[in-house]
């Protein structure tokens, strides 16, 4: 009878989410209802919002204008940032006449990192509408605390299942201490390289995306867990 692996199931599950996020479209940030809006006088409307579209370019420094009007009244508006899947409200107060502008100071907003945010804005009144778009805080990631944490998260993971993968080779069998390493290993440098890819402004972190990072880095944990049971166990073969 064949033996159960403890990890088997779990790694099924990462791959078929993984998968999955690869194969699902780039949302488009087109504005629903009778309104417009713009961010660095930037139109919002046909900006797409998946991992790989292309953002509007800010600096961590500058003050930047972003408005929205409407075709009739409106009475409240609400802004939020999205990362990960994850939203804040940065605004939800009340609002007066057709038409809403402020200046943003981006450093209030950015303050442990820069890279790729979504900003989603909508309102309610006499119309209701919203829209979203990608921002991108530009910088030195590498100066903030999330790339520096990203930094040593994808470094902490890429030794821990250096460290997996020498312990297999060693035993020349893969073992549930092994395995449970290069797991978490593997997740916390997935983790670490979906910060970095952010902060550098390469991929912007949808749910999709962070569960291909995450997902992805826990199969190479395993994976390359699994090969140096399999080179361990080749070696001790030869010199018998």
Known sequence: ???FHPFRIPLAVIA?????????PSAVANISGSCSASIANQNVKGRGTGAFSGAIAVKKNSIVPVSMSAAAQISHLKIQIEFAGMRWTVRDKP??????ASSVEVKKYAKYGVGLYKVIGS???GVSCSGSALVRVKGNPLSTVAGIVGLVAALAGLAGVAGALGLAVHAGALGFGRSLLGLVAGLIGGLG???LLQQFA??????GAAAVCVGGGALAGVGLTLLGKILGSGAAAAAA
């Open 193 to 195: 390289l979906g910060v």
């Open 123 to 125: 309102s309610s009144g």
């Open 95 to 100: 609002s007066h006449g057709m038409s809403w």
């Open 16 to 24: 078929a989410v993984a998968a999955a996020a690869i194969t699902t």
């Open 202 to 207: 390469l991929v912007y972190p949808t749910a």
């Open 1 to 3: 009878m064949a033996r």
